[in-house]
């Protein structure tokens, strides 16, 4: 059974900085292109980064570009996204999605907090 966990959000100051995580198993995770999408209170889930299955080319939504850096390591079937300077409209559940053809799979997301 194919499953995504996200790990690492939690509250942090403005300007700090989190790690987070996504573990895959149950699936060929090499295979799949990985994408971060957040969601905020009140509003629409967005796609925050992606980054192609071999992690040659990343793409970024402008809001985080230049602060946020996505990345992926096979072997260990799991993704990252490094959020550095983080600001409070940062603030939102984090999801991580690994896409291939008609096959997509959602973790169940973890909460960034972005506040003094």
């Known amino acids: 059974q194919a499953r995504l966990v996200e790990s690492g959000g939690g509250l942090v100051q403005p300007g700090g900085s989190l790690r987070l995580s996504c573990a895959a198993s149950?699936?060929?995770?090499?295979?799949?292109?990985m994408n971060w999408y957040r969601q905020a209170p009140g509003k629409e889930r967005e796609l925050v980064a992606g980054i192609t299955s071999a992690g040659s080319t990343t793409n970024y939504a402008d809001s985080v570009k230049g602060r946020f850096t996505i990345s992926r390591d096979n072997a260990k079937n799991t993704g990252y996204l490094q959020m550095n300077s983080l600001k409070p409209e940062d603030t939102a559940v984090y999801y991580c999605?690994?896409?291939?053809?008609?096959?997509?799979?959602w973790g169940q997301g973890t909460q960034v907090t972005v506040s003094s």
């Open positions: 999605n690994a896409k291939a053809n008609v096959f997509s799979f």
């Open positions: 149950g699936f060929t995770f090499s295979r799949y292109v």
